[in-house]
Structures are given as C-alpha cells and as structure tokens.
C-alpha cells in the first residue's frame, strides 16, 4: 500500500532557530514524513525581513532529528554549480542518514539574480542547465570517475569517493508546474513532482499533463510520486472559521498561494475529506503550510485528527 506523506513547510523568516527547530523536532516526534524551506537570498518581495539560508538550516536540522526527511522547495540551480551542490548533497545525505529530499527547479524570484549579481538567463536556458544538472549530480552520485561534457557543465574525469547512503541518489524532487519545460525535466529526471501552490487552481490539467510527459519517454507514471503543496486551515471549532480565515488571507491570500482554488480548510473532518480526494486523484505526498505558522497546537491536532485516516 502506497504511504501518504505528510510534511510541513516551514518559510524561514521572521522566526529564530530555537522556534524552528521546535517545530521540525515536533513533527519529527509527531511522525510527519518531511519539512520544508525555500531557497532564497531573502525573503521574497519583503527584502527587510531576515530569513535563514535553506540549505544550512537543513544541515543544522539533520542532527538534531531522527526520522524526518529534510529538504527544500526548491533549490535555485543557478545558486551552486551541480558539482558542489552534489557533493554537497551527498555529505548530507551522510549526515542524516538518507534524510535529505533533494529539490530542485530553475529559481522563480528573479528579483534577486539582479541584486546579487547573478546571471540569470531566460527560463529556456535556465531549463536546459537544470537538465544538465540533473545529469551530472546523478553521474557524481554514482560513479568513482564522471566525464560530462553539455552546453552548460562539463565534468573530465571527475573523482568521487565518497557516496550518498539513498541509492542511486537522494530522492530527487522537482517542483514547478510549466508543461513546456518543466514537466519533461521532472518525468526524465525526478523521483517526485510537486505541484506548487500556484497550480492549484489547475490541479487536475497539471496531473493530466504531467501523466503526458511520462508517457511522451515511455515512463511509468507510477513510478513517480505525485506530491503538492497547500495551505491548510485546520479549525478546533466551526465557530473559528471566519477569524482563522482572517488570519490565513492576510499571510496566504495572494493568488500565488492558492488558498482559495485549493488550500485544505475546515474542520478535522472536512481536511479529511479534501485531502482524500487529492489522493484518489493520485497524490501522494503533501507539503503544507500551517496559515498559524505551524503553531505546535496545529502540528499535534493535524497528526491526532486527520493523518490517522491515511495510515
């Protein structure tokens, strides 16, 4: 029987360490499969607001849990050439012993490439040098020597001795919802897809789409986790929904967060239920943002109430 994941997506701003890791410490003991950060240099569009880097975040938490899976969605490519980021990888995935989720998209906050001086090409190149990435990190993975030669990275015998403890690789996630590019990369490349809050509101062309891009290579869509991201509003009491749906519009109400085309809100029961009939659409995998940030009360009732049904 296929397990349903649940993970909780924790955006590192505007919280101190100690909160955080309380919290991924929490949904570790609560028996939540993953925690999620994102990877920017700043907290997108609030340049003012301090944030933690993802990927430090995630190598601090890896000793300090035991069981969840830690990872981003998604890492900006451009950020670390795939050489370092793969040796980068497996070390962690060292560290946490077969822990790390590894995402990985094309970057979607353009803002900062300008700010900091990174290149930032059109979205075509940045595709195909995620492609290539997506090559060279499984190449350095997996074998002792790796000669690459592609229009973006090119490896010349390239040594690797020490190696990740997921075989072939850490599990590879790639997020994004473009059928043009992204789709095929995530059917050549991914272990997972994660249709991102934005997305939502056209869940089931995306699902269909991305059944497609399997089919385009003569890959099995099983063979693939169909996972998501969603705001969740999980009420104690009916009486709660307008003040909690106050709360949850301020924080996640732009369109991009698709809180009303498909965030999970209600009642235990009701969270259930929406959540059900993602999984008979053939999700499997759910990243979540708590609209109370994650607030410890939300954690336990969501692994008490609505995880149980899953399992």
Known sequence: MTRIEFGVYLPQLQADFESIRDRVQLADQLGYDTAWFYDHLYPPHLPDIPGFDGWTLVSAL??????????????CNAFRHPSVLA?????????????????LGTGSYLEEFAEFGLPCPDIATR????????EVIKLLCTQARSTYEGRHYRLRDAPTALFPIQKPTPRIVIGGGGERRTLPLVAR????????????GEIVPKLEA?????DAIA????????????????LEEEEDRDRELEIALRRFGGEGWGLE???????????TDQIRERVE???????????????PKSLERFAREVIPAFR
Request: glycine share 8%.
């Open 62 to 75: 890896a000793v300090l849990t035991k069981e969840i899976r830690l990872g981003q969605l998604v890492l």
């Open 87 to 103: 040796k980068m990888a497996i070390t962690l995935d060292v560290i946490s012993e077969g822990r790390l989720e590894l995402g």
């Open 127 to 134: 595709s195909d040098q995620l492609d290539e990435a997506c």
């Open 189 to 200: 490349h991914a272990d997972v897809w994660n249709c991102p809050t934005y997305s939502l």
């Open 210 to 214: 991305m059944r497609r891009a399997c």
């Open 219 to 234: 890959r099995d869509p099983e063979s693939l986790v169909f996972g998501q991201q969603a705001v969740v509003v999980l």
């Open 261 to 271: 085309a498909g965030g999970f809100i209600g009642t235990s029961t009701e969270v």
């Open 281 to 295: 659409l053939g999700f499997t995998q759910f990243a979540l943002f708590f609209h109370d940030r994650a607030d």
